[in-house]
């Protein structure tokens, strides 16, 4: 996907004004990238009509793209910098919902909140995961466990609420679902809880026992939020499953859940052009931290394929120290990037959940199990080869670049080929010009809307 945005890139080249010739190849790329991110064709079909209007006539930026061999091999990163790309980012972020930031639940007294969706997407543990969410801005929870027809499901309820500290209240299954969901919140209003989430039962398929359930449920408790659950992976068929749940139980919201995945997302445009509702969580994985607030722009350049740098960044900022967090992205931007900082970074990574992170990162996205063992395995004797240089070579990278006599001597006190000397050499080359991309990434997200 992100070669196909960067042959669009290239397609247009660097310079002159866009014009509807010009477009036609780069736009046909960017058809492709979306289908490939599978947003529904519809969707896509309205989309480049738009873009092909307001890019109309727009002045291409000078085109930065990074030429070294690090990027061709391993990153095959993307510069978004040219105003074609900011044209399609801005008409995704638009497409879901504008540069508002993340919305929150609606308020209520107290907020109670219906979750739906079919089976297996998600629905309990958002459920728990939006408990905690809560918890954690300092208002108390009720969960309400309805799923009468798999008895595991009320344990599944129950459990999640002990680890996390919630009260659940369940009727077993020998209770008309409504019925509970009514207890449910009389329960809530008794404790004085601040919000009731209320779990329902998925089914496979669209059917009208679910979609009358959920009617009956809406009717009964007037709940402030109703939240559709969509698996990511969903693909195409998002839009027509987003359409059959607002159509008949009109929701508030979505969750889209299992963003940790392969996905790229399309899901995301088809629940606003299909809905008009916004996404409000997206979850990124199993445990019950894994929620996070759903930010336009940010998928929009997961979709486009950059990367999600500015994620990237967050997490890096709790698992390091800040000054260290800080430290860092200054020297990117400044584009200061020695030996030391390589290793830095690699080992952020590490204790980040290992190259699970790089999953994040621009061009990385599809990378495999194996290959990322297999990066594991490189990172490693990266260390290795770093360790047995000396200080100065490692803040000053010039020295070995230099030097073949340096790069013997460190490929024998390490124990290592020369060739993995110099296979660590274009690594750091390239890592080096892709902070530089990065830092550009980071400086143009930071300058969009994005509160956060
Ligand atoms: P429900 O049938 O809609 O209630 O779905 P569940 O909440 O039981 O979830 C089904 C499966 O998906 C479980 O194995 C969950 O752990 C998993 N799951 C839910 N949300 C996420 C997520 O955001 N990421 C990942 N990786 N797995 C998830
Ligand atoms: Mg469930």
Do not use: H
């Not at 919902?97 to 929150?104: F, Q």
């Not at 950059?306 to 967090?325: F, H, N, P």
């Amino acid at each position: 996907l992100s070669s196909s945005i960067q042959k669009a890139q290239r397609l247009i080249g660097k310079s002159g004004t866009l014009t509807k010739e010009n477009m036609k190849d780069p736009l046909k790329e960017v058809r492709r990238a979306l289908l490939e991110a599978d947003v529904s064709l519809p969707v896509v079909r309205r989309f480049i009509k738009k873009v092909e209007e307001r890019a109309l006539g727009t002045k291409v930026l000078d085109g930065v793209t990074p030429d070294t061999q690090f990027i061709k091999t391993v990153l095959d990163g993307v510069t978004p910098d040219t105003q074609f790309i900011k044209t399609v980012s801005n008409e995704l972020i638009d497409l879901m919902g504008g540069g508002v930031g993340a919305k929150d639940l609606e308020p209520g007294f107290p907020q109670i909140i219906l979750m739906a969706g079919l089976q297996g997407v998600g629905k309990t543990t958002a459920a728990g995961k939006l408990a905690l969410y809560l918890k954690k801005s300092k208002k108390s929870c009720l969960l309400v466990a309805t799923d009468v027809y798999r008895p595991a499901a009320i344990d599944q309820l129950v459990k999640l609420g002990a680890a996390i500290d919630v009260p659940v209240f369940e009727m077993g299954t020998q209770v008309d679902p409504v019925e509970i969901a009514k207890k449910g919140v009389e329960e809530g209003r008794r404790l004085g809880v601040d919000a009731v989430i209320i779990d329902t039962a998925g089914r496979l398929q669209v059917d009208e026992d679910m979609m009358g359930e959920l009617r009956s449920m809406k009717a009964a408790l007037r709940p402030s939020d109703t939240l559709l659950v969509v698996d990511a992976m969903t693909g195409q068929e998002a839009a027509n499953l987003v359409k059959a749940f607002n159509d008949q139980v009109d929701i508030s919201g979505a969750i889209l859940t299992k963003m940790d995945g392969d996905s790229r997302g399309g899901a995301a445009l088809s629940v606003r052009e299909v809905s008009g509702k916004p996404i409000k969580f997206v979850g990124v994985g199993e445990k019950m931290e894994a929620l996070e607030p759903f930010y336009p722009e940010r998928m929009a350049s997961r979709i486009l394929g950059m990367g999600d740098v500015l994620t990237l960044y967050e997490r890096a900022e709790s698992a390091i120290k800040e000054e260290d967090a800080k430290r860092t992205v200054e020297r990117m931007m400044e584009e200061k990037f020695d030996f030391n900082d390589f290793m830095a970074q690699w080992k952020t990574m590490n204790n980040m959940g290992g190259l699970q992170m790089l999953k994040m990162m621009p061009g990385f996205n599809k990378i495999s199990e194996k290959q990322l063992y297999e990066a594991e395995k490189t990172f490693e004797m990266y260390e290795a080869v770093i360790k047995a240089m000396e200080e100065e070579e490692r803040s000053d990278p010039e020295l070995l670049v230099k030097s073949m006599a340096r790069r013997r001597r460190v490929a024998q006190a390490s124990g290592r080929s020369e060739a993995d000397v110099a296979k660590l050499m274009g690594a750091y080359t390239a890592m080096k010009s892709q902070m530089g991309g990065m830092s550009k990434l980071l400086k143009l997200q930071k300058a969009g809307a994005d509160p956060s």
